[in-house]
């Protein structure tokens, strides 16, 4: 590496009578080509890895309970929301499980809206770190995720407990198994949505009370406490709903977990093409942002 391009040429000499390749150097502080950046990230997944994991261990650990409120938490959201939506308020027709219908919605939710509220402060959050060392800054929300994803594993399997100890009990079936690739493609989902909104909150901070407002207006707009689309008349705006892809990875869960079905192939179509969009413009548009963070932030 090197710091400016008079020095590189000159290096770059040095390195030719040595024998060796001057177009591996790169400029300190300027944002590298694409497949530079990405042979950067996947030489420091050993980093990324343990970096979660760790943090994932430890994230409740100042608590009494202790990583027990990773599953005390959802469920006791779920069991306030079935009490006003099913009980008070009756939201609940249509629906024959509204139990499992309720905590599938929930946690399905929580981990969307972590993604978006906590994105928004990733950079900052880890700007110690980055006034320190020099490693691609993706880096950091990517770990966010990982760890997020860790933590998902235990709240789904919890979440498939429940269901099934629950009156009036969703039974397993050989459908359940597919919540292996909904669980990563939701996972893929939430990436890419943590890529864009680092960014965002890194340029502007203010903008994580907005997502806090946006986390909410998806949570009514998902189907995550009703049956959304029994409650709309107009089929443009169900098409629309419908194309949400948080409403897709509820949907599919509960066909595959409630319903004992393989969710129709519009609804793999449909969030398949959101996580490459997703991901891949999030990829990008975080990339681009490359050689801002560490210089903002010093």
């Known amino acids: 590496m090197v710091s400016d391009g008079g020095a590189k040429t000159a290096l770059s000499r040095a390195l030719e009578a040595r024998g060796q390749d001057p177009s591996d150097l790169f400029a300190i502080g300027v944002r590298p080509p694409l497949p530079e950046y990405l042979r950067q990230l996947w030489e420091r997944r050993h980093f990324i890895w343990y970096d ?25 959201d779920a069991a306030f929301y079935w009490l006003i939506f099913g009980v008070l308020i009756g939201a609940s027709r249509g629906v024959e499980n509204f139990p499992a219908f309720i905590v599938i919605g929930i946690l399905m939710y929580r981990s969307t809206s972590s993604a978006i509220t906590s994105g928004t402060g990733a950079m900052r959050a880890g700007k110690a770190m980055i006034r320190a060392f020099s490693f691609p800054r993706a880096s950091i929300p990517i770990s966010n995720v990982l760890q997020a994803t860790l933590t998902a594993v235990i709240t ?9 100890l629950i009156p009036p009990h969703a039974l ?25 909104t680092a960014r965002i909150g890194f340029h502007l901070p203010d903008v994580s009370n907005l997502m806090s407002v946006i986390s909410r207006i998806l949570m009514y ?12 008349d107009d089929p443009t705006i ?14 599919m869960s509960r066909t595959v977990l409630i319903d004992g079905q393989v969710p129709g192939l519009d609804s793999w179509l449909i969030l398949a093409a959101w996580i490459v ?18 210089r903002e932030l010093r």
């Open 156 to 164: 789904t399997i919890s979440m498939c407990v429940a269901i099934i």
């Open 52 to 76: 979660s994991r760790q943090r994932a261990a430890t994230q409740e650990s100042r608590s009494m309970l202790g990583n027990v409120w990773l599953i005390l938490r959802p469920m006791l």
């Open 172 to 196: 397993p079936s050989i459908t359940w198994f597919l919540m292996i690739p909904i669980f990563l493609m939701h996972m893929a989902m939430n990436l890419g949505i943590t890529l864009i």
């Open 238 to 251: 169900r098409s629309i709903v419908m194309l949400n892809p948080l409403y897709r990875v509820i949907d």
């Open 221 to 232: 707009t998902s189907g995550v406490i009703f049956p959304i689309e029994l409650f709309i």
């Open 277 to 294: 969009v997703l991901v891949v413009g999030g990829f990008l548009y975080f990339w681009r942002g490359e050689e801002i963070y560490g």
